[in-house]
């Protein structure tokens, strides 16, 4: 039997529009409703960053310290910190424990120098990342890796830049939207459809590590 030898499928912004559009059963779809669906589609896409399906687009970042300053200005692009770590001179790795708004609030001198072991992340228009204690040297560089912000689809011909395996998690949230407009009808089918493929993708993007046992003391004591 033939295959064809091809990996390459990929559906652009109109395509998954006219998909998700057809599950609504609409077939006909004027020049407004493409806009209003680009709308939707970014809308989406917020969502998927608010629930943390977006882990394909890890990326790491670099950040070289300034001594006797503690705050960070990142990239607007950037949606959250998974991991940040503080490099020396000597290339010695030290991971910083992240701490919330009101652990970093109750730190009585945020002014204290030293090598930084804790860092607050600020999630606002101005991502901010603050160290504690505040680096006391310039040779110091914070690693980071960060959750990135999705492209925008700006018009019907972008791709989507989500990977193949997404694909029907994209069209089935995008037939969902597109029913609230146009076929509420159809609305609680295909949000059930959605949030399955969700779980699904969910399930998908999660990270992978090797998983090993290792016996407590009590186990070696009764041998």
């Not at 559906?11 to 006219?18: C, S």
């Not at 599950?23 to 493409?34: F, N, P, T, W």
């Not at 990326?59 to 949606?79: F, H, I």
């Not at 040297?137 to 018009?155: E, F, G, H, M, S």
């Amino acid at each position: 039997m033939a295959v064809s030898d091809s990996t390459d499928f990929n559906l652009d912004a109109a395509e998954v529009i006219q998909d998700a559009y057809e599950r609504c059963g609409i077939q006909e779809v004027s020049g407004k409703d493409l806009r209003s669906a680009v709308r939707s589609m970014n809308l989406l896409m917020a969502e998927w960053a608010n629930r943390g399906l977006n882990l394909w687009t890890v990326t790491l970042g670099t950040q070289s310290t300034t001594a006797s300053d503690n705050d960070y200005a990142l990239s607007t692009n950037v949606v959250d910190l998974l991991e940040v770590v503080l490099r020396d001179s000597n290339n010695i790795d030290t991971t910083l424990s992240r701490i919330s708004r009101a652990d970093y609030q109750m730190l009585p001198k945020k002014s204290s120098e030293g090598k930084s072991s804790q860092f607050y992340f600020e999630r606002t228009t101005t991502p901010t990342l603050y160290l504690y204690p505040t680096p006391d040297v310039a040779t110091y560089t914070i690693r980071y890796y960060y959750l990135k912000r999705l492209d925008d689809i700006d018009v019907p011909t972008d791709d989507p830049n989500v990977p193949f395996r997404f694909l029907p998690c994209l069209t089935a949230g995008m037939a969902y939207y597109l029913a609230m407009k146009k076929a509420p009808q159809m609305m609680p089918h295909l949000k059930q459809v959605y949030e399955e493929e969700f779980k699904r993708a969910m399930d998908e993007d999660r990270d992978r590590a090797s998983f090993s046992a290792v016996p407590g003391r009590a186990y070696f004591n009764n041998y």
